[in-house]
């Protein structure tokens, strides 16, 4: 089974520094697991991507792209070359100007299957597929069998790192690989700055004067005055809801 780790340029959220994201050193504990793996990493320097190394990454591929460059396609070129079997990926990046969808494009372009929050990964029972343990809302869990190839995601809560080590770090194998000429560069995001959206009033009639819809959404009549019952029978209040809705527009006005 060929296993390939995509692996991205996380920073410090203190310091700022080049490290590698800890999902991502999760994803390739999980890797390791099922068997030899290899790192796969688009950006102007391997250097960010370098730490995988001492975590036990035997041979890491960076593909040298420009700053400004989009890695999807670059990602995709090398990819679709080594046609691995199994491709792992943090849930998203740390610190940089990660979205969170890379792993979701470079998935599409390849037409692999796509499975998000992975815990743990094991190899099948029939060839060519893997179980894959899938983190759920509220602490559910799910066992799905994957046919091979496709695209999982690590969750946080997957076992932990494996701890770094120097030795390790100095055997690994970095090969650098030139991107295909002409690749995009990546799309850039506008900023603006936050403004304060007004809040509509949903209770509000869609017609009327200011002071009929301010009332409405106080809650209180056209004639300033709050309809409380107290201990009402169940026609009564059924009727007052009624009467309420037509006032303010919800349902259509009482036929004669």
């Not at 046609?83 to 940089?96: C, E, K, N, S, W």
């Amino acid at each position: 089974m060929k296993i390939v780790v995509l692996l991205s340029a996380g920073l410090h959220p203190v310091s700022g520094q080049s490290i590698l994201p800890k999902v991502e050193a999760q994803a390739l504990r999980l890797a390791l697991a099922l068997g030899e793996a290899r790192g796969r990493h688009a950006g102007p320097t391997a250097f960010p991507a370098s730490d995988a190394l001492g975590h036990g990454l035997p041979h890491l591929v960076h593909v040298e792209i420009p700053a400004e460059a989009d890695p999807v396609p670059a990602l995709v070129a090398t990819l679709e070359a080594d046609q691995p079997d199994l491709i792992l990926a943090g849930r998203r990046g740390q610190g940089g100007d990660e979205t969170g969808l890379a792993p979701y494009a470079v998935a599409s372009r390849l037409g692999m299957a796509l499975v998000s929050d992975a815990i743990a990964v094991e190899r099948g029972e029939a060839d060519g597929t893997v179980i894959v343990h899938q983190a759920l809302p509220k602490g559910a869990r799910r066992r799905l069998v994957v046919r091979l190839p496709a695209v999982v995601t690590v969750h946080p809560d997957a076992p932990a790192p494996r701890a770094f080590a120097y030795g390790v770090a100095r055997r690994g194998i970095v090969e650098t690989r030139l991107a295909p000429p002409g690749l995009p560069a990546a799309e850039r995001l506008e900023e603006r700055p936050y403004r304060r959206r007004p809040k509509l009033m949903r209770s509000a009639p869609a017609c009327g004067s200011a002071s009929e819809r301010l009332a409405a959404a106080m809650g209180a009549t056209s004639s300033g005055v709050a309809n409380v019952m107290v201990n009402p029978t169940p026609e009564e209040a059924a009727r007052a809801i009624l009467a309420h809705l037509r006032a303010i527009g919800v349902l259509p006005p009482k036929a004669a």
